[in-house]
């Protein structure tokens, strides 16, 4: 089978392609590189079931070959991403969720959609199940990723409905791991990024929000168990272990052994109090939940941070260099 994934080379869309190379696919992974990285997709390269295209997929693409399945995770994900690229943002959700709908139509190729947590917005229910309709702003700065992911999600209902598209959406919550940029802006790679730094850890609010964390390689498990079973509502895959952004800054702290002091900052605006999903759903149908610990995933992390800080300042070491 040939699967054609968007943003490809980005954090969960360079796992995805490796996992699917390693369990025996040909894969096509398509990225502009705007918030993506080549380097992610270096292990892959020489490969001779892989292939790279760089193209924006809000623009047409047109390809001759066979394609089986289309997984569209394109889009700037971090808020300072998306605040920095609010129109790309928006067209990612938009025009390459059509496009991308397009290529499976025309293919007749299974379509997964990668939409996110941020559909349900600052919620007013705790945990959030996949029938939760959200608390959203619309027209707030962070409106242009939940809106751009909402269109996404019921677009691709309609291709559903309408043309008969065989189609999937995941909700993905929180996730780390390898490959997350150090100017990322979420509050693991702002963390442990800071805490190697020496640099007082920046806490947001009180510090009292409550967020879970999702390892890679679970999500990407869950991810692969979804396209093998018959969902076409969305489903949430996230883990469920819940701590405050405080507790959060403590913890890794502890595993860095860092002497970083932790300050606060003013909050966001529409920051949501709590993320966490309910995971009942993928339990039941894909029998999955997360086996990765916090404390073994920030294990397998933390050094992927340290590696890309050394090399950052051997960079900044040469540049001056007479």
């Not at 292990?43 to 997929?57: M, S, Y």
Request: glycine share 8%; with cysteine; aromatic share 8%.
């Amino acid at each position: 089978m040939r699967i054609l994934i968007t943003g490809g080379a980005g954090f969960i869309g360079s796992h995805l392609c490796e996992r699917l190379i390693g369990d025996g696919y040909d894969v096509w992974c398509v990225d502009n590189l705007i918030t993506g990285s080549s380097s992610n997709l270096t292990p892959l390269t020489t490969h001779p079931r892989f292939r790279f295209i760089q193209h924006d997929i809000s623009k047409p693409l047109e390809l001759p070959d066979p394609i089986d399945c289309v997984l569209h995770f394109a889009s700037p994900a971090s808020p300072p991403d998306y605040l920095k690229y609010p129109i790309q943002t928006l067209k990612a959700g938009s025009l390459g969720t059509l496009n991308s709908l397009g290529i499976a139509k025309a293919k007749r190729a299974k379509f997964l959609l990668a939409s996110t947590s941020e559909v349900y917005g600052d919620p007013q229910v705790h945990p959030q199940p996949e029938s939760y309709w959200g608390h959203v702003n619309p027209v707030g700065p962070r409106g242009v990723y939940d809106e751009a992911k909402r269109f996404a999600e019921a677009l691709t209902m309609a291709y559903h409905r309408e043309h008969g598209i065989d189609t999937r959406i995941v909700r993905i919550f929180n996730t780390y791991g390898p490959r997350m940029r150090l100017e990322d802006g979420r509050a693991i790679p702002a963390f442990i990024s800071q805490a190697l730094r020496r640099q007082p850890l920046t806490v947001f609010g009180n510090g009292r929000q409550i967020r879970s964390f999702c390892y890679v390689a679970d999500l990407v498990e869950g991810i692969i168990r979804l396209m093998g079973v018959e969902c076409t509502e969305p489903i949430n895959l996230g883990n469920p272990e819940e701590f405050t952004i405080l507790d959060l800054a403590k913890r890794i702290l502890e595993v860095t052994q860092s002497r970083s002091q932790i300050v606060f900052r003013e909050l966001p605006q529409d920051d949501p109090k709590q993320r966490c999903p309910d995971i009942a759903k993928a339990k039941r149908l894909l029998r999955w939940q997360p086996q990765v610990g916090f404390d073994e995933g920030l294990r397998k992390t933390i050094p992927w941070f340290a590696q890309q800080l050394n090399v950052a300042h051997a960079g900044a070491g040469r540049t001056g260099d007479p």
